[in-house]
């Protein structure tokens, strides 16, 4: 299957962590990017290759994988991380894929 | 720092066309494989189109093929999306991006330009 699932919202307090995931078949073969992005403003990537971070990401936001699901975790979430988060993965065709997204709020 | 600046975009007649440009600076742009990614605000991106480092191999999306063409000029460091017989659903924020390292990847992206393809 090409499509890529993602829960359509999750909450966190202040300081806590939150883990939000992405599903599909193309997952067993393509480690997914996750993006962060706020209102009016263009997609970050905050990990790639199941647990890299691009510079400039803080370490709170980690990634894994198992299996067709990929988690992006942020571990001490900050109001800042407030944001929509899209994974994006190819299926075995090449055809890529972005998931619906996750709304994060931090309350 | 890496920059990627669209511009282009603006409001066009169905059936018309539109030229985005994305001047690149910052790093080599001849070595980075580019991409073209839309949005509908609210809704998910949706990848478009690629071009390698040279602009020998292109890939589109099923959705543009045979209307769209992607371009780049590696001595002027801009990207370049020819857009042709726009039909309404071509409405979005079109973004360029920077591949990572070939994998469909985005490591840098343009602050984004507005298609809006209406009568």
């Known amino acids: 299957s090409s499509e890529v699932t993602q829960d359509p919202a999750v909450s966190v307090a202040l300081g806590q962590t939150v883990r939000m995931t992405c599903q599909g078949g193309g997952l067993r073969t393509y480690s997914p990017g996750w993006y962060q992005q706020k209102p009016g403003q263009a997609p970050v990537l905050v990990i790639y290759?199941?647990?890299k971070r691009p510079s400039g990401i803080p370490d709170r936001f980690s990634g894994s994988s198992s299996g067709n699901t990929s988690s992006l975790t942020i571990t001490g979430a900050r109001a800042e991380d407030e944001a929509d988060y899209y994974c994006n993965s190819r299926d075995s065709s090449g055809t890529v894929v972005f998931g619906g997204g996750t709304r994060l709020t931090v309350l | 720092e890496v920059r990627l600046v669209e511009s282009g975009g603006g409001l066009v007649q169905p059936g018309g066309s539109l030229r985005l440009s994305c001047v690149a600076s910052g790093f080599i742009f001849s070595n980075y494989w580019m991409h073209w990614v839309r949005q509908v605000p609210g809704k998910r991106p949706v990848w478009i189109s690629r071009i390698n480092s040279d602009g020998g191999i292109t890939t589109y999306a099923e959705s543009v093929r045979g209307r769209f063409t992607i371009s780049r000029d590696n001595v002027k460091n801009t990207l370049y999306l020819q857009m042709n017989t726009l039909r309404p659903e071509d409405t979005a924020v079109y973004f360029c991006?920077?591949?990572?390292?070939?994998?469909?990847?985005?490591?840098?992206w343009g602050q984004g330009t507005l298609v809006s393809a209406s009568s």
């Open positions: 991006a920077r591949d990572l390292r070939g994998g469909y990847i985005w490591d840098f």
């Open positions: 290759n199941k647990n």
